[in-house]
Each structure stands twice: as structure tokens, then as C-alpha cells.
């Protein structure tokens, strides 16, 4: 089944022109109906806009609460016919209200491997760590922020002593396979929910996949 689409963005939005390329691309089924952004000055906006995509921007500051912040987001979203909603570097927290409307058709990604660094610097609290694998994650949204059940994760490594934006550069480009490849199975109708566990029906594996719902990114000495 094409789904519908809101895009949520506050940045770069280089997810956001993952997702765009997988469709115009015919990897994807989905069109979208509406990219949302928080923050008028997002790049996101104008990666839409450059593919003549619906946009709006909803500034939280206006707002006298989270709640009438999300029932306008609400309304913004059906207004332009999406239901699926993919959180794309969006940074804020959404309410229980938001999640109940459209749950569970709710993606994000996190740039760690949950619930390791949840939050909102996962990449650099990784470094603070000292691990030396992290990755991301994408996974179906719950009412607690980043704890819900993961759809697919890849691993990448964390070079000893590397700068935090780059480990997050690197993991970006993982995220920019993932993501689409998890919408992708939503709207095949593939992913069931049962607890914690998303269970991939006949998920054929991504390149360098061993398991579905697992990416392993090529070694060090593979030229990574
Ligand atoms: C991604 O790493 C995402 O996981 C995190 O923020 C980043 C957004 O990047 N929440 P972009 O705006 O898609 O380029």
C-alpha cells in the first residue's frame, strides 16, 4: 500500500532527501504530503521545496503548551492527507495525545544503537563513552522518548579518539539506508508488532544484511 507521509524536520534534513531520493527512485512506495518543520530556518524546508513538496512550519514558541502545539501539528497533518508520520531529526518531544492519533505509524531514527544514548546527542555521548561500536536505529514510536521497538539497526565503528561530528557523519549515511528500508517494509505491509519484538515478515536482506532488520557496516580494512 503507497503511504502517506509527514515528514517532521528541525535541520539538514538529510534523511528527509533519503526518503525523497528512495521515491523518485522507485525504491520507496510512499509519497509525501507534507514536510513539517519547527524551526523556519531548517534546510529540510528547502530540500522540500526543491522537489515541490507541501511544507509548514509550526514555530513551538508560538504555543501556549505542548499539547496545543501537537493538536495544531494534528490538524496541519490531516489537513494534507498523511498518516504515517517519519520523525526525521525532529527535536522535539511529542505528546501522548500526538503518539495515540497516529501510533503506530509513527517511525524515528536514532543515531546510536537503543537504548544505548538515547537522547538527543547519541552519537556524542558514544564518544563520551568510549564505545567501540555504535550505529542507529529505526524503530516505532512509544509514549517514552526513543523506547520503542526497533525495526532495524546498523552497526558502525567508533574510531578511538574520533571527533563526535564525525562519528555522526558516518552514522548518517547508515541512517540514510535504513530509514527508507524500514518505511519500505511498513508499506509492504510486512512489520508486525508483538511487545517489544518487530517481527520483518519475508524481509529479503538489504545489501551487506545478514538478518533482516540488522545492517552490519563493511569493516575497517574493507574501506569503510
Ligand atoms: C540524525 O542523525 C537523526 O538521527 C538525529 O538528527 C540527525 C538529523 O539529520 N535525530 P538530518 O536533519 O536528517 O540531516
Known amino acids: 500500500?503507497?503511504?502517506?507521509?509527514a515528514v517532521l524536520v528541525s535541520g539538514g534534513g538529510s534523511n528527509l532527501q533519503a526518503i525523497i531520493?528512495?521515491?523518485?527512485?522507485?525504491?520507496?512506495?510512499?509519497?509525501?504530503?507534507?514536510?513539517?518543520?519547527?524551526?523556519?530556518?531548517?534546510?529540510?524546508?528547502?530540500?522540500?521545496?526543491?522537489?515541490?513538496?507541501?511544507?509548514?512550519?509550526?514555530?513551538?514558541g508560538d504555543y501556549d503548551s505542548r499539547e496545543a502545539f501537537d493538536a495544531a501539528?494534528?490538524?496541519?497533518?490531516?489537513?494534507?492527507?498523511?498518516?504515517?508520520?517519519i520523525l526525521a531529526g525532529f527535536m522535539r518531544i511529542l505528546t501522548p495525545?500526538?503518539?495515540?492519533?497516529?501510533?503506530?505509524?509513527?517511525?524515528?531514527?536514532?543515531?546510536?544503537?537503543?537504548?544505548?544514548?538515547?537522547?538527543a546527542h547519541g552519537a556524542r555521548d558514544?564518544?563520551?563513552?568510549?564505545?567501540?561500536?555504535?550505529?542507529?536505529?529505526?524503530?516505532?514510536v512509544n509514549e517514552i522518548?526513543?523506547?520503542?521497538?526497533?525495526?532495524?539497526?546498523?552497526?558502525?565503528?567508533a574510531l578511538p579518539g574520533e571527533d563526535p561530528g564525525d562519528l555522526a557523519k558516518r552514522i548518517l549515511r547508515y541512517e540514510h539506508r535504513i530509514f527508507?528500508?524500514?518505511?519500505?517494509?511498513?508499506?509492504?505491509?510486512?512489520?508486525?508488532?508483538?511487545?517489544?519484538?518487530?517481527?520483518v515478515q519475508d524481509a529479503e536482506a538489504i545489501p551487506a544484511a545478514s538478518t533482516p532488520g540488522a545492517l552490519v557496516c563493511p569493516a575497517l580494512d574493507e574501506g569503510f
Open 180 to 199: 527508507p528500508q524500514a518505511i519500505q517494509w511498513l508499506a509492504e505491509g510486512r512489520l508486525s508488532i508483538d511487545g517489544r519484538h518487530v517481527h
Open 145 to 157: 522518548m526513543d523506547n520503542g521497538p526497533v525495526i532495524i539497526q546498523a552497526a558502525v565503528p
Open 21 to 60: 531520493d528512495a521515491i523518485e527512485d522507485g525504491r520507496l512506495d510512499a509519497s509525501i504530503k507534507l514536510v513539517l518543520s519547527n524551526k523556519v530556518d531548517a534546510y529540510g524546508l528547502t530540500r522540500a521545496a526543491n522537489h515541490g513538496l507541501p511544507t509548514a512550519v509550526l514555530q513551538h
Open 97 to 119: 495525545g500526538f503518539i495515540r492519533e497516529f501510533a503506530p505509524n509513527i517511525l524515528n531514527t536514532h543515531p546510536a544503537l537503543l537504548p544505548s544514548f538515547a537522547g
Open 126 to 140: 558514544a564518544v563520551d563513552y568510549g564505545v567501540r561500536i555504535s550505529g542507529c536505529t529505526i524503530h516505532f
Open 1 to 5: 500500500m503507497s503511504l502517506s507521509l
Open 73 to 85: 501539528m494534528i490538524s496541519t497533518i490531516r489537513d494534507h492527507g498523511a498518516d504515517v508520520i
